[in-house]
T-cell receptor, first 116, second 111 residues
C-alpha cells in the first residue's frame, strides 16, 4: 500500500513553455502533499506544502507564480512550472501524507525536467 | 534553522562488511528523525525512524539510535549486501511535519 505515482517521469521542453507534473496517491487519500526539488548529487529541498482544497504554502525563496501548485482532490496534486528556463531543469519529487503534514510521507518516483 | 549533516559519499565497501553512515542534526525543539533510502531509478522509501531520544529504529538489518546528547542518528548495518547499494538520506521532521534532508550518502557494495 501507500503508493504514490508521478507523471511524467521525464519531460523535455523548450525554454518559455509551461510544464505540468502530476502527483497521485493511488491507494490512499492524501490530505497533504509536498513538492521537493533535487539537484544532482544534492539533497531534496522542500518547495511547497499543499493541503487539499486550500492554497499551497511556499518555502522562502520559491516563486509561487513560477511554480503553481494545485491540490484539487485528495488523490491528486499538480505542479506547473510556468515559462520554464534552463535553470529550472531539475528532479522534482512529490510526497503524500494521509494524516496531515505530521503523518508519514510517501514519495513518488520523481520527474526529471530538462529545459532546453 | 534546522539542519541535517551526513557524511559524504560515495562509500564503497565489500559484501558482508560493516556499514556506518554518520548523521548529526541541529534543531529547535524535539524533532523526529528518519533514514530514507533511494534505490536507483526509484523514489525515496522510509527505512527507519525514531521519534524521541534513546529510541532505536530498525528495519532490514539497519539500525539507528536517536542520541539527543550528541544530536546524532547514525545508521549502521552489520553485514551489507549488494542489494543495499543505494543513496541514503538522513532527515528530521520539525513540529510542523516538514522534512529537512541531509545531502545523501551513496553506498556502493561490491561482491
Amino acid at each position: 500500500g501507500a503508493v504514490v505515482s508521478q507523471h511524467p517521469s521525464r519531460v523535455i521542453c523548450k525554454s518559455g513553455t509551461s510544464v505540468k507534473i502530476e502527483c497521485r496517491s493511488l491507494d490512499f487519500q492524501a490530505t497533504t502533499m509536498f513538492w521537493y526539488r533535487q539537484f544532482p548529487k544534492q539533497s531534496l529541498m522542500l518547495m511547497a506544502t499543499s493541503n487539499e482544497g486550500s492554497k499551497a504554502t511556499y518555502e522562502q525563496g520559491v516563486e509561487k507564480d513560477k511554480f503553481l501548485i494545485n491540490h484539487a482532490s485528495l488523490t491528486l496534486s499538480t505542479l506547473t512550472v510556468t515559462s520554464a528556463h534552463p535553470e529550472d531543469s531539475s528532479f522534482y519529487i512529490c510526497s503524500a501524507a494521509s494524516t496531515g503534514p505530521m503523518g508519514e510521507q510517501f514519495f513518488g518516483p520523481g520527474t526529471r525536467l530538462t529545459v532546453l | 534553522g534546522d539542519s541535517v549533516t551526513q557524511m559524504e559519499g560515495p562509500v564503497t565497501l565489500s559484501e558482508e562488511a560493516f556499514l556506518t553512515i554518520n548523521c548529526t542534526y541541529t534543531a529547535t525543539g524535539y524533532p523526529s528523525l528518519f533514514w530514507y533510502v533511494q534505490y536507483p531509478g526509484e523514489g525515496l522509501q522510509l527505512l527507519l525512524k525514531a521519534t524521541k531520544a534513546d529510541d532505536k529504529g530498525s528495519n532490514k538489518g539497519f539500525e539507528a539510535t536517536y542520541r539527543k546528547e550528541t544530536t546524532s542518528f547514525h545508521l549502521e548495518k552489520g553485514s551489507v549486501q549488494v542489494s543495499d547499494s543505494a543513496v541514503y538520506f538522513c532527515a528530521l521532521a520539525d513540529s510542523w511535519g516538514k522534512l529537512q534532508f541531509g545531502a545523501g550518502t551513496q553506498v556502493v557494495v561490491t561482491p
